[in-house]
């Protein structure tokens, strides 16, 4: 008989406990919109329409996660989000180059966090207030840009904003006997490419454990040497910079810019964080629970709308809802969990 | 100067505004020695460690590590000099595992190397036999282990010197030993340790030197096994025993045939241990003990300020429950705590405002005092108490630590308690003043109220108390009364029997 080594299974930590809850409550969410709605819960392109319209959501609420792993909050990558649309529309519109669009989309995002992070980390400034500040700075900014909406017209980016990757197999056949292909935007793959470099930052770089140390308790991380005012500043450069690419991706799926673009976006992606098992008073998270929280938070909204009851209020309610359940069952599962140990 | 002194602190001078924490300390730590540190409380025992740990920068002195000069500008410094810290709040983050927090921080490398810290991480804790796995998240271990970590954090960084800052005082008697046993280790593997505590008996179980200190001085450095414990308490204390002696006697009262307010039976809380406590109407009693014995935990007990988790509490003959002040105030109680920046004194409202508090409260917020009433009360124990303000209208943060005190005496003097329990009422306060509250409590036990006065001040709790409770180790072990109301008596019994 084979001499079975088995290693010895630490009990989950608090990070690993809130995503697997996570995940198995979308899965089975899921599975019952599959068995009792059906429609087009059926279809792969199902889940591939919540990603190509939420990519720039996931992109958002990965930084959120940074930053509220930190113990911190950024309530401006919204207005920040729809900041970028607006710039690289215009830019785009007067003649400007494909390339250097993107690079402002960074630039725009990346001065954000620069600024924002310096305030909060080196001069202290409550972070709510200075991302409050930072957002209605952005949304001003964009008005100013543009009262009206306006449509990209570059002939470079709107052949990139159609790239599309089509996977026949995972597609279905429409009634005309056609088979239509599931179809995935660019800023899909852009968005699951920035949550696995999140991801390997969170876990195994220096820098990412160092969020988490801070935003545990920021007094010890302190006396246990990590640079606590680096670190956390780092947290919203990061942030700010994935808003610029959110903004980019934003304005591939939408191909306009409008002031009121990613309005309320904030908060979804908020709420996509909690969801996803991060809690606010730092130290605990993973962006890819954040992922799959921000695929329950969509897919409430798609049950939402297939049970008919299309007035936007019930869309509101049920996220309301949703995100005091998963807040009450963090502090159910972790309240247990602390009374565990003392006895 | 030793030669033979692994860390040498040389006449280390320390002034905060107003006050000489440290003039002239002198302390050395050998190789290989566990060095316990004391004092009483403003003895400067934290501002040396902090000295030595980088947070404070001294004003004068030097400090020699293996001979050689050494300075300390932050906790950084320290560390890479080879002194390392372990407070008594655990300082690493709970919410990461038992590895990372024993490496995070200390290397400058992009990629975490998570397997191998592990590995080594694993190593330490066989090593020293800490009942921990690399893998676990710390905030799951008990605090105990966690405090381990942190010393083995300490000891994986070449530490040289390792400073205890009260290190049991959140741990119960089996995880001591734990804890003494890995300290004994590192002794033997020749690190200096230093270690503060307030325990008596865990000085004298584990610890090779003492020095004391007091009032920021230097008293001496001593063999533990050559200072009986009466000594090295009275030398904390600062009286000697020839001279305790002599003191007076307080004369006997009649307390015998008066009737018990209060009675506590196995009463304990959160915080303390159960004990047996009884006050008589009319009486004023006392906890003493050194800080930290559990004297303040236990009149917090009596009040319900803490959570209470057992015990039967009779006022009056009745059976009671008292689990939250307002209970305690219900029945008469009142309770002036020790920290009145925290617990007592509001520092942005007025004199007038402290002083209707506690009434407002036992009235309930449906029945308002008027402002008129306000005011009179306000003024008549501004003039009773002769509180030195501006005006009632003055902030209370606005007056000196005497006069904050009295508007606290007031608030509770105005909902006319039978039993008021006073913890260190005149801690911090002028000499004046600290007669007159004195005076203020016997004249209220003449008025048939019962008080309990805690202070650390030993004389001033024979001058008031007919009776004294002595705890030590958050036991009570003693009580004296009548002719056994002496100093000697006293610290003999706080130090234990076997002097």
């Known amino acids: ?143 100013i840009l543009s009262v009206n909406p306006q449509k990209a017209d570059h002939a470079a980016f709107a052949a990139l904003r159609d790239i599309k990757i089509e996977i026949p197999w995972l597609g279905y056949v429409a009634k005309n006997g056609n088979v239509v292909p599931a179809r995935i935007e660019l800023g899909v793959v852009v968005a699951l490419l920035c949550v696995a470099l999140v991801f390997v930052l969170l876990r195994f770089i220096s820098l990412g454990r160092g969020f988490y140390a801070i935003g545990g308790n920021w007094q010890s991380a302190l006396m246990l040497g990590i640079n606590v005012k680096r670190t956390r500043f780092m947290s919203y450069v990061i942030c700010g910079l994935l808003s610029g690419i959110s903004g980019y991706v934003f304005m591939m799926h939408t191909g306009a810019g409008n002031a009121t673009n990613a309005a309320g976006m904030e908060m979804n992606a908020i709420a996509s964080s909690i969801i996803g098992g991060t809690l606010l008073t730092g130290g605990v998270g993973n962006v890819i629970g954040t992922l799959f929280g921000t695929l329950t938070l969509t897919t409430i909204k798609k049950i939402v709308v297939s049970s008919g ?23 159910v599962v972790l309240g247990r969990r602390a009374k565990k140990k003392q006895s | 100067m030793q030669e033979n002194c692994l860390l040498q602190m040389h006449h280390i001078d320390k002034t905060f505004p107003g006050v000489k924490a440290l003039s002239g300390v002198d302390f050395c730590l050998r ?36 001979g050689q000069p050494v300075v300390i500008k932050s906790p950084q410094d320290a560390g890479n000099n080879g002194i390392s810290t372990v407070y008594q709040e655990i300082t690493l983050c709970p919410n990461i595992t038992v590895a990372e927090n024993m490496f995070i921080g200390r290397d400058s490398s992009f990629f975490v190397k ?116 009466v000594e090295l308490v009275s030398k904390m204390i600062g009286k000697e025993l020839e001279e305790l002696s002599s003191l007076g006697e307080t004369e006997e009262t009649g307390d015998e045939e008066k009737e018990d307010f209060y009675v506590a039976k196995g009463l304990s809380s959160s915080d303390a241990l159960a004990f047996d406590f009884n006050i008589k109407k009319g009486e004023v009693n006392g906890f003493t003990g050194l800080l930290g014995s559990g004297r303040s935990e236990s009149v917090r007990a009596i009040f319900g300020a803490d959570k209470v988790t057992g015990g039967n509490v009779k006022i009056k003959g ?90 606290i005496l007031a608030r509770w003097l105005l909902t006319h308690p039978d039993y008021l329990i006073l913890d260190e009422p005149t801690r911090g306060i002028d000499v004046g003043t600290k007669l007159e509250i004195q005076k203020l409590v016997l004249k209220l036990a003449e008025e048939g109220v019962s008080v309990t006065f805690i202070s650390s001040e030993v004389e001033e709790m024979l001058r008031t108390c007919s009776r004294l409770i002595v705890m030590r180790d958050r036991h009570i072990v003693g009580e004296l009364k009548g002719k056994e109301l002496t100093q000697t008596q006293v610290m003999k019994t706080i130090a234990g029997g076997d002097a």
């Open chain 2, 114 to 229: 998570k397997k191998e810290r592990e590995k080594r991480a694993d190593e330490i804790l066989t090593k020293l036999g800490i009942p921990a796995r690399s893998t676990m998240q710390l905030g799951s271990c008990s605090l105990a282990v966690q405090q381990m970590v942190a010393i083995a954090r300490a000891v994986d960084m070449k530490c040289k010197v390792l400073i205890l800052d009260e290190p049991t005082s959140s741990l119960d008697d089996k995880e001591v030993n734990m804890l003494f046993d890995l300290m004994r280790d590192l002794k033997s593997k020749g690190v200096g340790i230093i270690f503060v505590t307030h325990f008596l008996e865990q000085v004298y179980e584990v610890s090779d030197r003492i020095t004391v200190l007091r009032n920021g001085e230097l008293v001496g450095e001593y063999l533990t096994q050559e200072l009986p414990q």
């Open chain 1, 1 to 143: 008989m084979a001499n079975f080594k088995f290693k010895r299974k630490e009990p989950l930590t608090d990070t690993g406990l809130l995503m697997t809850i996570t995940i198995c409550i979308f899965v089975v969410m899921y599975l019952l919109a599959m068995l009792l709605l059906q429609g087009g819960f059926l279809h792969a392109q199902q889940i591939f329409d919540m990603l190509n319209d939420n990519a720039s959501l996931i992109i958002v609420s990965c930084g959120l996660t940074i930053v509220m792993i930190g113990g911190g909050i950024d309530i401006s990558v919204g207005a920040v989000t729809s900041l970028t649309v607006m710039s690289c529309v215009l830019y785009l519109n007067n003649g400007g180059n494909l390339f250097v669009s993107v690079l402002l989309a960074l630039g725009i995002g990346l001065a954000f966090g620069l600024v924002q992070g310096f305030l909060i980390s080196y001069l202290e400034i409550q972070p709510f207030i200075v991302t409050l500040a930072g957002m209605f700075f952005a949304r001003g900014m964009t008005t």
């Open chain 1, 309 to 331: 009851l299309n007035d936007p209020w019930w869309q509101s309610i049920t996220t309301g809802g949703m995100l005091c359940f998963f807040i009450l069952l963090q502090s």
């Open chain 2, 318 to 407: 009745k059976n009671v429950k008292i689990t939250k002040p307002i209970d305690a105030m219900k029945h008469g109680i009142g309770y002036l705590a020790e920290d009145r920046k925290r617990d007592g004194i509001i520092a942005e409202l007025s004199v007038r405002e402290n002083i209707i508090l506690a009434l407002q409260v036992m009235n309930g917020m449906f029945k308002p005092i008027s402002r008129s009433e306000a005011e009179t009360f306000a003024d008549e124990y501004i003039k009773v108490l002769n509180i030195k303000t501006a005006s009632r209208e003055t902030p209370v943060g606005s007056l000196s630590g005497g006069n904050q005190q009295k508007v």
């Open chain 2, 31 to 66: 190789k290989g020695e566990i060095h316990a540190l004391m004092g009483e409380n403003g003895a400067g025992k934290s501002t040396l460690i902090k000295i030595l740990t980088g947070v404070y920068q001294m004003d004068g002195g030097e400090i020699r590590l293996e």
